[in-house]
C-alpha cells in the first residue's frame, strides 16, 4: 500500500505560517489525487485542499482560500500545504490522503482517497 508520513506540524501564533509536508511511497498511479484534510476537536474531518497530481486547478475549502495553498514536488513524490495567515479555528490535526483520481468526485470527496497519514498537529494560539 502507499504510505504518507505527515511532517511540519507545531505551535504557531495567529497571523503565522507553516508548511506541512507529506512523503509519499509505495506504489504510485497514473493518475491519483492528493490532499490535505482535518479535524478539529470536536468536529468532523473535512476537506482542505487537494490537488489533481498530473494538473489541473487545485481545489480549496471555502475558510482557507487566499490563506492556503497546496503543491507538489514531482521528483519526491512530496505534497505540501503552505498555511498562512493562521488563525485559531485552523487548529486541528492535518492529514494528508492520496487516492486514485476519478472525475465524477470532487477533489473534495473523501471518498476519492484510499491512502490516509498519521496526521499532524496545528495548533495556532491567539
Known amino acids: 500500500q502507499v504510505q504518507l508520513v505527515e511532517s511540519g506540524g507545531g505551535f504557531v501564533q495567529a497571523g503565522g505560517s507553516l508548511t506541512l509536508s507529506c512523503a509519499a511511497s509505495g506504489r504510485t498511479f497514473s493518475d491519483y489525487a492528493m490532499g490535505w484534510f482535518r479535524q478539529a476537536p470536536g468536529k468532523e474531518r473535512e476537506f482542505v485542499a487537494g490537488i489533481r497530481w498530473s494538473g489541473g486547478w487545485p481545489s480549496y475549502a471555502d475558510p482557507v482560500k487566499g490563506r492556503f495553498t497546496i503543491s507538489r514536488h514531482d521528483a519526491s513524490d512530496t505534497l505540501y500545504l503552505q498555511m498562512n495567515s493562521l488563525k485559531t479555528e485552523d487548529t486541528a490535526v492535518y492529514y494528508c490522503?492520496?487516492?486514485?483520481?476519478?472525475?465524477?468526485?470532487?477533489?473534495?470527496?473523501?471518498?476519492?482517497?484510499?491512502?490516509w497519514g498519521q496526521g499532524t498537529q496545528v495548533t495556532v494560539s491567539s
Open positions: 490522503a492520496a487516492g486514485p483520481y476519478y472525475s465524477d468526485y470532487g477533489l473534495f470527496s473523501s471518498i476519492l482517497y484510499d491512502y
